[in-house]
């Protein structure tokens, strides 16, 4: 049963300079399966837990009619006692109490209560800890790829083993999962287990975009955690198959793309292709010219390009859809020397 004070805390009582007596991060066992548990510093910010063998976290929180601590789904409840100095015991139960299982913890050596689900303690052995991995298998239009996910990353891998595509698979690897891209997660991972016991960490996917006999391109899309849709990133990664070389479709028509990450860039576009886009867009009062934004995504497929900004929802979008035909006089020469491929289906 729980003592006055530990109740009093869990229910959210305040007690004057009183810690949360459980707060801090403890090892044992669950049953026989060895564990680590860490409590944060109240509460409120929840608790987690994960089994050695796994390592994957799993969320604990309070619920303040009973004092238990409830998994996350519902997968189980844990009912502790008061810790009696550096051990803490209790029982876990399922939730129709059909199982009950011991609990018996003891305080990680040399932590403190200042050492919550963020701290290495806690969180080191996730990072360190070789990372499991999903495979899904999956067909864009005939062409076959795999998404490989680990660390909250997906790695897409596109099936075949010509050198170009050998070559594309190496620079798909190395834009998506990097030193870089790793300390973020780990980062937003220590955060959402310090603030909710849980794990929250960007949304990320990596796509085929557009994909013929020649040409693929890859749209690599980022929600960062916490954040609205200004969050929201994606860019447009296109690469020759034949070759494997990574190639900026707006050079095409005499401008630049410069990438700041994956998922976002700047785009340079040439004076003559922009009065071009300006007279091809009717003029709208309310709304900037449609060749004066920073960013666009140009896109291609077998019947011409198409230029479109990132959406704001404010009525002035911009989408043009540009026939090859009508490209002819603004392709520089990389424009011209490619564009029999990019005609081929």
Not at 67 to 86: C, I, M, V
């Amino acid at each position: 049963m729980f003592k006055p004070l530990l109740a009093a805390c869990l229910a959210g009582v305040p007690l004057l300079a009183a810690a949360h007596p459980l707060a801090g991060v403890w090892q044992g066992t669950l049953g026989k399966n060895p564990i680590t548990v860490c409590f944060n510093a109240t509460p409120e910010n929840n608790a987690s837990y994960y089994y050695q063998r796994f390592l994957t976290p799993i969320q604990l929180t309070v619920q303040a009619d009973s004092g238990q601590w409830q998994e996350a789904e519902n997968t189980g409840q844990w009912q502790l006692d008061s810790p009696d100095g550096e051990r803490l015991s209790g029982q876990w139960h399922a939730p129709d109490r059909s199982k009950t299982l011991p609990l018996a913890l003891s305080r990680v050596p040399h932590t403190r209560a200042a050492d919550d689900c963020a701290s290495d303690a806690y969180a080191l052995a996730l990072e360190t800890a070789k990372p499991s991995v999903q495979v899904e298998k999956k067909d864009y239009r005939g062409h076959g790829y795999q998404v490989r996910t680990q660390n909250g990353h997906p790695l897409l891998r596109l099936d075949g083993d010509t050198p170009g595509i050998q070559r594309i698979n190496q620079q798909l690897l190395a834009l998506a999962y990097n030193a870089e891209s790793l300390a973020q997660f780990n980062a937003e991972r220590r955060e959402s287990l310090g603030q909710r016991g849980a794990v929250y960490t960007s949304e990320i996917s990596v796509l085929p975009h557009s994909w013929s006999s020649q040409w693929i391109t890859v749209n690599f899309y980022r929600w960062q955690t916490g954040t609205g849709a200004g969050g929201i990133s994606w860019g447009l990664h296109t690469w020759n198959l034949a070759t494997g070389e990574k190639v900026d479709p707006w050079t095409w028509v005499g401008g630049r793309f410069d990438w700041y990450s994956p998922y976002a860039g700047h785009s340079t576009m040439a004076q003559k292709f922009a009065q071009w886009i300006e007279a091809q867009t009717p003029p709208d009062a309310d709304c900037p010219g449609a060749a004066s934004y920073g960013t666009y995504d140009l896109s291609f497929d077998t019947q011409g390009l198409k230029l479109a900004n990132h959406p704001s929802g404010d009525g002035c979008d911009v989408e043009v859809a540009i026939p090859w035909a009508q490209l002819a006089p603004l392709l520089s020469a990389q424009g011209r020397a490619v564009l029999p491929s990019l005609q081929q289906p």
